[in-house]
């Protein structure tokens, strides 16, 4: 079989041994991704190979436009950072050169700024479901979750600020991961909603998820909201065995709106936890149908603020109307942001503006940090009784493109079961446990109290020990 | 609460965002029907409920003042869009 098709640990494996050598690797992945993301559009841009740090040890791994990689193009997938090429790397990236991993020299497709769940907002264009080239990958680390479904790459790095790795691996069938907050650091991160966003792992199975949280968690200094806790060894809780382990199912998840093919789905892997030893029971997070709209107005707020400083100084584009020294500052900045976000960006950031303004700002902001304090509560209380709470991903299996592109509001509907995790700062997986008729994967999403991913590996790594599911691959 | 067209015209002048009129135009009737389903939160009685700006329980995370080399100057203004010397250029400000 193609090195490619392989995971890193299986990968790992051979390094080891010396049967194979990473650039074998390198050129069994470029093989791949010159015949098949023609078609999944995984990534952006063409191969800048002089970039190529040649490692021994780990197989290269696929980054995310967003994380910053020094000397290699990092634009949020929008024209406002164009050809930006950060002068640094982030936290994640120094730590996985450490470790010895080669960074791909290309970067995986995203919504501009995260800003999405489809991928469609790209200025690069829309990324492709390798299950089925017509539907959407889901977003906003669309190209990662792709490029690792089809194979095209290893292993990748997302972001994840209310959903955007976990329902892009539940519509491509691998695994992803949105760490505690604090537990991985944001530094050079191109921020979004800086109380939300965590850097995370997509992968083919649990093993890679664990191995590369294993590389990348840990305290940071130069990220103030990484948080000063000991980092465990995540392999250790790859055990088969969750007996007597207590599982939530929370009732606000399994209402109108659910496809009934995914509720179906969800079911038996409910079953198959219980028979595996698992105590599951039905349990109530009350304030969910909040979770959709106290995120529009905190995460649009922040994000209002962090994006005021693609202005056309420092970096990327400045508007060629504003070339005369003589022309307004202000008209410069306006014409720059308005010709150089798109349509979506735009949207987040006047809706974010406009929650903080005078007059609003208690009606909205301070009100949905409010409701942020009661959905981190029902967390706290379900908790209490309970190792992990199970839910479904996203409500329907991916959708095709184009369908709600024009409907921000049903888009925004898409993440309805993802996006209480980012308020309550809990770490989440999505594990793939089945497949619609269609031949469209779903996902399981798995929540744990705060630093306790291992109690994710322990459930997901038991599940998928027994079930199939990670081992489909989709025929491009 | 409702959102007029003027109003998003003056959030978009906050902003610094130059906007189309259609634009504009359909800006102001999605952000209407966005603020309209986030109205649902005011259904909620939060008078006694501290806000959570932040999940983590950090407060003024400090370091020690200790000098550290910055990045190089050429590095930093390699991306700028407009530069003069060692400096960001940018239109004129003060008359």
């Known amino acids: ?476 | 609460m409702a959102i007029d067209k003027d109003t998003v015209k003056h959030t978009a002048l906050l902003a610094r965002i130059e906007l189309g009129d259609k634009e504009l135009e359909k800006l102001s009737r999605q952000l209407h029907d966005i603020l309209g389903f986030i109205d649902k939160l005011s259904k909620l009685d939060v008078k006694d409920i501290q806000p959570t700006s932040h999940i983590l329980q950090l407060k003024n995370v400090l370091r020690e003042d200790v000098p550290r080399t910055s990045l190089p100057v050429e590095k930093v203004l390699a991306n700028a869009p407009q530069r003069q010397g060692d400096f960001f250029s940018v239109p004129k400000v003060i008359e």
């Open chain 1, 1 to 476: 079989m193609e090195l490619n098709f392989l995971t890193a640990h299986e990968l790992i494996e051979k390094l080891d041994k010396k049967e194979i050598s990473s650039s074998d690797i390198l050129n069994s992945l470029y093989k791949r991704i010159n015949e098949t993301d023609a078609k999944v559009r995984a990534y952006v841009r063409t191969p800048d190979t002089k970039h190529l740090t040649p490692s021994t040890k780990l197989p290269p791994i696929s980054i995310k436009d967003n994380i910053c990689t020094e000397g290699l193009n990092t634009e949020c997938c929008s024209k406002i950072l164009e050809g930006f090429k950060p002068p640094y790397d982030a936290t994640v990236i120094k730590k996985l050169k450490e470790a010895g991993a080669a960074i791909l020299p290309l970067k995986t497709n995203m919504d501009e700024f995260a800003f999405g769940s489809s991928t469609e907002n790209s200025f690069f264009g829309v990324t492709s479901n390798p299950w089925n080239l017509e539907c959407v990958p889901g977003g906003s680390s669309g190209g990662s979750a792709a490029a690792v479904a089809s194979d095209e790459a290893v292993w990748a790095l997302g972001s994840d600020t209310g959903g955007s790795i976990r329902q892009p691996a539940a519509f491509c069938g691998v695994v992803g991961l949105k760490p505690t907050y604090g537990r991985v650091s944001r530094y050079g991160l191109i921020a979004f909603a800086s109380s939300l966003d965590q850097i995370g792992p997509i992968t083919k199975d649990v093993t890679d998820a664990a191995l590369l949280m294993n590389i990348i968690a840990g305290y940071d200094p130069y990220d103030a909201t990484s948080a000063d806790i000991a980092k465990p060894d995540y392999t250790r809780a790859l055990e088969n065995n969750i007996k007597g382990i207590k599982i939530g199912i929370p009732k606000e998840y399994f209402v109108q709106g659910l496809d009934s093919e995914v509720g179906k789905i969800i079911e038996e892997a409910i079953t198959k936890l219980k028979s595996l030893g698992a105590v599951c029971k039905e349990v109530t997070l009350p304030h969910t149908e909040y979770a959709v709209p106290v995120y529009y107005i905190i995460a649009t707020a922040e994000a209002s603020s962090n994006l005021a400083r693609f202005d056309g100084v420092q970096y990327g584009y400045r508007t060629p109307n504003s070339k005369l020294p003589t022309q307004n500052l202000i008209e410069m900045y306006k014409k720059t942001r308005g010709e150089g976000f798109g349509e979506e960006a735009k949207r987040r950031i006047i809706l974010g503006t406009f929650a903080l303004s005078h007059g609003y700002y208690d009606a909205y902001y301070l009100r949905a940090l409010k409701v942020r304090t009661l959905i981190k509560k029902d967390f706290d209380d379900a908790f209490k009784e309970l190792d992990c709470i199970l839910t479904p991903t996203a409500p329907t299996p991916a959708f095709k493109i184009k369908e709600k592109v024009d409907d921000p509001l049903k888009m925004y509907l898409s993440d309805i079961y993802t996006i209480s995790a980012n308020l309550a700062g809990v770490p989440a997986v999505s594990i793939p446990c089945g497949f619609t008729k269609n031949n469209l994967p779903v996902g399981l999403q798995i929540i744990a109290k705060p630093f306790n991913e291992e109690a994710l590996f322990k459930v997901s790594y038991a599940y998928e020990q027994n079930t199939p599911w990670h081992e489909m691959k989709p025929k491009i």
